[in-house]
């Protein structure tokens, strides 16, 4: 949890832009496991799952990181192919509702005249909310 500690308007709306970007982080951090390049490996058998279905889901020509996934699981390569859609929207859902918050926040905050560290707070409990 965060308190609004800033004093001007800018120093808010910078803010919660950092807060974004670290509570953004948080959720990838809980979702991959730590690792360099395991963003990109996940990106990757995400891309092969589109272009996999795109072809029809041919059993004869499944991508190398579908049946890695599934071999390691211990699930059919539909299955594990199921299971990276549904990890990659679970992701960009998180992703929306942080560029959201971030947006109406810094739009909110911006438009006020008075009160912007209060309503800054709001934003704050919002994008910890995310990650509770």
């Known amino acids: 949890m965060i308190t609004v500690r800033e ?3 800018q120093e808010v709306i910078e803010a919660i832009n950092v807060y974004a970007g670290e509570t953004q982080l948080r959720i ?10 395991r963003k990109d490996q996940y990106a990757q058998s995400s891309v092969q ?6 072809a029809g889901s041919p059993a004869d020509a499944v991508p190398a990181l579908i049946v ?10 539909e299955a594990g192919a199921v299971e990276i859609e ?9 992703v929306e509702a942080v560029f959201d918050i971030r947006v109406k926040g810094t739009e909110a905050i ?7 560290k209060a309503a800054a707070q709001t934003y704050y409990d919002q994008l910890d909310a995310l990650t509770a």
Do not use: D, F
Not at 31 to 37: A, Q
Not at 49 to 54: D, E, I, K, L, S
Not at 86 to 94: C, G, I, L, P, V
């Open 68 to 77: 890695s996934w599934a071999e390691a699981r211990g699930i059919t390569n």
């Open 7 to 9: 004093k001007t308007k």
């Open 28 to 37: 990838e951090t809980a979702l991959i496991s730590p690792g360099y390049g």
């Open 86 to 94: 549904a990890q990659k929207a679970y992701m960009e859902s998180k």
């Open 49 to 54: 799952v589109v272009a996999w279905r795109a």
């Open 110 to 116: 911006k438009a006020l005249s008075s009160g912007h």
